[in-house]
């Protein structure tokens, strides 16, 4: 049996100071899907530490996450690590090897979702989105959406993806082409901020500072990030295009090595 989710006493968690660059959450417009049979515990998005709560090839969510969400597990080549948690998948491997999260499309009516990845950027590797049906089948027209996230900048990044749904897709596959791959983190939710995603897939990355360039990159766009937070702006007008890098500058880590997304889009 696949683990749901673990119960995690927050005020506990070893805080993380907050990211120089923000992604402000919409909170309005209209609902885009329904969780049905609730028990008012649950939170609207899916939130995985990969490699922290696992049973075999299932790992837990943080919080109880939304009914639309069923499970997220590896699987194939890989293992999962524990310092920091993560899963990963050494270089010279061969067998195929994914992260997925099942959806329940009877209850997302959403025709699209915002999907976080925290990953190492490596360089001279391959890792790509796909989305499959029910019976676990590529999507012909939803295979590698987003092309190579792999950019090689050989940083920690995290990039953001905006993900249209077709009517069968039920599994969201994070799937590795080759050499080596690390994946810290996930986090999976619906921007009911009333954009939309006109049925176009759009990704963001963010990196960590070279102490270069990238750092006063940063340092910018932490600036107007916070003035566009000041204005109440939308998500989707953070995201920008699939080709600008931001930085993590000031970014800092917990005891077990991991950005916390939960912080890092501004949801804490």
């Not at 993590?248 to 501004?266: C, S």
Request: charged residues 20%.
């Amino acid at each position: 049996m696949k683990l749901r989710y673990v119960a995690v006493n927050l005020t506990q968690r070893v805080r993380i100071a907050m990211m120089s660059v923000f992604f402000v959450l919409g909170t309005g417009g209209a609902v885009y899907c329904q969780d049905a049979g609730g028990d008012g515990a649950s939170v609207p998005y899916a939130y995985v530490i990969w490699g922290k709560y696992v049973e075999g090839d299932a790992c837990a969510f943080e919080e109880t996450p939304p009914a639309w969400v069923l499970e997220a597990y590896k699987t194939g080549a890989g293992e999962w690590a524990t310092n920091p948690p993560s899963w990963r998948v050494e270089a010279m491997a061969t067998a195929p090897a994914s992260l997925n999260l099942d959806l329940d499309r009877n209850l997302l009516r959403a025709d699209g979702v915002r999907y976080w990845i925290h990953y190492f950027d490596v360089p001279n590797g391959s890792l790509y989105l796909d989305l499959l049906n029910s019976n676990g089948v590529a999507i012909a027209s939803a295979t590698n959406l987003f092309g190579n996230l792999q950019q090689g900048s050989n940083l920690e990044a995290v990039v953001c993806l905006d993900i249209p749904l077709p009517l069968e897709a039920a599994v969201i596959q994070l799937r590795r082409g080759s050499g080596e791959t690390r994946v810290y983190e996930s986090l999976l939710y619906v921007d009911e901020s009333g954009a939309d995603l006109q049925g176009q897939a759009k990704a963001a990355y963010y990196y960590a500072p070279t102490g270069s360039g990238d750092a006063k990159d940063g340092q910018a766009q932490a600036l107007a990030a916070l003035a566009a937070k000041a204005k109440n702006a939308s998500a989707g007008s953070q995201a920008g295009s699939s080709t600008g890098r931001r930085s993590l500058a000031g970014a800092k880590k917990d005891t077990g090595g991991t950005v916390n997304l939960k912080i890092f889009t501004h949801l804490e």
